[in-house]
């Protein structure tokens, strides 16, 4: 993900649930009053589920054009990753259909996964992201 797609990062604040979701999607927030959906991240890739601590953050994301918050474990810093770092992901990952990893850059003994967003993020789930905001507009207004 470039840092391009990040708009700011933002203390985990009070997510509304919203029924009738995907299991990725924790809810909604009202981040200065627009609605944003918000995605874990570790539920989305399908990682194995951790709490949520003091350094869990929400990265406010733009993908075609629609705010996206990823609820995160921590942030710890911006990276500027030299190209000749990154290798492509292993053949065994790629042929399991895990199609938003775009690379593995390693930084000294530290393997860091580069993901895509606009394939982490589905159009068929942006869709369904998109209908949770306008639930959550609607619930709003009523």
Same mark, same amino acid.
């Given at each position: 993900?470039?840092?391009?797609?990040?708009?700011?990062?933002?203390?985990?604040?009070?997510?509304?649930?919203?029924?009738?979701?995907?299991?990725?999607?924790?809810?909604?927030?009202?981040?200065? $009053?627009?609605?944003?959906?918000?995605?874990?991240?570790?539920?989305?890739?399908?990682?194995?589920g951790k709490e949520r601590?003091?350094?869990?953050?929400?990265?406010?994301?733009?993908?075609?054009?629609?705010?996206? $918050?990823?609820?995160?474990?921590?942030?710890?810093?911006?990276?500027?990753?030299?190209?000749?770092?990154?290798?492509?992901?292993?053949?065994?990952?790629?042929?399991?259909?895990?199609?938003?990893?775009?690379?593995?850059?390693?930084?000294?003994?530290?393997?860091?996964?580069?993901?895509?967003?606009?394939?982490?993020?589905?159009?068929?789930?942006?869709?369904?992201? $998109?209908?949770?905001?306008?639930?959550?507009?609607?619930?709003?207004?009523?």
């Amino acid at each position: 993900m470039g840092i391009e797609s990040v708009h700011e990062i933002v203390k985990v604040p009070d997510i509304t649930e919203v029924p009738d979701t995907p299991a990725f999607l924790e809810g909604v927030i009202n981040l200065r $009053g627009k609605i944003v959906p918000v995605v874990d991240l570790r539920k989305r890739l399908r990682l194995i589920g951790k709490e949520r601590t003091k350094s869990s953050r929400v990265l406010i994301t733009e993908n075609d054009g629609r705010l996206v $918050g990823l609820l995160v474990d921590a942030v710890s810093e911006v990276l500027k990753i030299p190209p000749d770092t990154v290798e492509a992901p292993p053949e065994m990952i790629s042929s399991i259909g895990v199609e938003y990893i775009t690379g593995v850059a390693k930084i000294g003994e530290q393997l860091i996964i580069l993901l895509d967003l606009k394939k982490v993020f589905s159009i068929e789930d942006m869709k369904k992201v $998109g209908a949770v905001v306008e639930k959550g507009v609607e619930q709003k207004a009523a």
